[in-house]
């Protein structure tokens, strides 16, 4: 950040009285600009014994396959935006069942919140940050061509619990860069 937000003068980056981080402050109005991690909200949605997954049509990762999600925009709740998210990338309705995963990006400072829910119906179709939208059983998931692997780590937590027979909700960290 260069310039403040509010006022337009240039911002420094100090440790605000009470506070122990550097932040960007105002030079003229003496905002101070907190920065804090992003969430982000998806759906791992269910027809029977298969999960929807999108490809994706923007980068980064152009062309993989994944889960719909993205960033939670203000104003709404994690699930509105985990729907909203699943009805722009797939066209797709939902209906939300519980938190499936929570995995920590702290070298990125996003945390990822993956729901589970059951499709609505079949009328999904591509949305325009997905080339296609599709179905798949556990035996067609196309593991070398998944787009993140926060949501890898979903998709496996999620076939080892249904094998289990019972779902739990799985708190994680990823700290891998390269994908
Ligand atoms: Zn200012």
């Given at each position: 950040?260069?310039?403040?937000?509010?006022?337009?003068?240039?911002?420094?980056?100090?440790v605000?009285?009470?506070?122990?981080?550097?932040?960007?402050?105002?030079?003229?109005?003496?905002?101070?600009?907190?920065?804090?991690?992003?969430?982000?909200?998806?759906c791992?949605?269910?027809?029977?014994?298969?999960?929807?997954?999108?490809?994706?049509?923007?980068?980064?990762?152009?062309?993989?396959?994944?889960?719909?999600?993205?960033?939670?925009?203000?104003g709404?709740?994690?699930?509105?935006?985990?729907?909203?998210?699943?009805?722009?990338?797939?066209?797709?309705?939902?209906?939300?069942?519980?938190?499936?995963?929570?995995?920590?990006?702290?070298y990125?400072?996003?945390?990822?919140?993956?729901?589970?829910?059951?499709?609505?119906?079949?009328?999904?179709?591509?949305?325009?940050?997905?080339?296609?939208?599709?179905l798949?059983?556990?035996?067609?998931?196309?593991?070398?061509?998944?787009?993140?692997?926060?949501?890898?780590?979903?998709?496996?937590?999620?076939?080892?619990?249904?094998?289990?027979?019972?779902?739990g909700?799985?708190?994680?960290d990823?700290?891998?860069?390269?994908r």
């Amino acid at each position: 950040m260069k310039f403040c937000c509010e006022c337009g003068s240039p911002v420094n980056e100090s440790v605000p009285a009470g506070d122990n981080r550097l932040r960007f402050v105002c030079s003229d109005c003496n905002t101070i600009h907190y920065q804090n991690p992003k969430m982000v909200v998806g759906c791992l949605p269910e027809w029977g014994n298969k999960i929807l997954l999108c490809k994706r049509a923007i980068e980064p990762q152009y062309g993989k396959w994944t889960l719909p999600a993205g960033f939670m925009e203000n104003g709404e709740t994690t699930l509105q935006g985990a729907m909203r998210e699943t009805l722009e990338e797939a066209g797709a309705r939902v209906e939300i069942s519980h938190l499936f995963t929570l995995y920590n990006l702290p070298y990125i400072s996003q945390v990822y919140l993956m729901f589970r829910a059951r499709l609505l119906d079949l009328d999904f179709a591509a949305g325009e940050e997905s080339l296609e939208v599709a179905l798949f059983s556990e035996e067609e998931i196309p593991w070398d061509e998944i787009a993140f692997l926060t949501i890898e780590k979903t998709l496996r937590q999620y076939f080892e619990d249904r094998r289990k027979g019972e779902f739990g909700f799985h708190i994680g960290d990823v700290e891998r860069r390269n994908r």
